[in-house]
């Protein structure tokens, strides 16, 4: 259990600087979430509880980070990491079309929870912020999967060979 806390905190680690340092390419000067793909992927290799716990940690470190309304991306990444973590073992097969396809949903949906925040909390449109942010968004970080799901699947698959082989499970 420690090796894989202390492995996925390196890939956030990572992401986390691809994230909020590193941004490879910006639109409206929005960039990617390698950190929702990040926990989307977790969530889909691991159960419900590590996907939500690795969600609040990526978006509370996202939230310190960006000038977003405080708590709105933990928020999100957590319900995000539950709820994948649920649906997983009961409908979607683990698999990289899985990924893009979950990647996509739960960042529209994260759009969507920042948008009302915004709107709410500021005297920004929700159309403009639609437009600005969500769109960009969108189109941005679900290609990330490119890049988050083999990490993570093959550190899952390490970390269950290791735990099987130790009689840890």
């Not at 590590?50 to 405080?70: H, K, M, N, P, R």
């Amino acid at each position: 259990m420690r090796k894989r806390i202390i492995g996925y905190s390196l890939v956030f680690i990572l992401f986390f600087i691809a994230d909020a340092v590193f941004v490879p390419f910006r639109l409206f000067g929005v960039g990617p979430s390698f950190l929702l793909s990040a926990t989307v992927c977790i969530a889909m290799v691991e159960k419900e509880r590590f996907g939500a716990i690795y969600g609040l940690v990526f978006g509370l470190f996202l939230d310190f980070a960006s000038a977003a309304v405080f708590g709105v991306n933990a928020l999100s990444f957590m319900i995000i990491g539950f709820i994948i973590g649920i649906t997983v073992y009961q409908k979607i097969a683990v698999s990289f079309v899985g990924a893009f396809f979950l990647t996509s949903v739960s960042t529209v949906v994260s759009c969507c929870i920042i948008a009302c925040a915004y709107t709410f909390f500021t005297s920004a449109s929700i159309a403009d912020v639609f437009l600005y942010i969500c769109i960009p968004k969108i189109i941005l970080t679900v290609p990330t999967v490119i890049v988050t799901y083999p990490i993570i699947k093959f550190m899952g698959k390490r970390f269950a060979l290791h735990e099987e082989r130790e009689g840890i499970w």
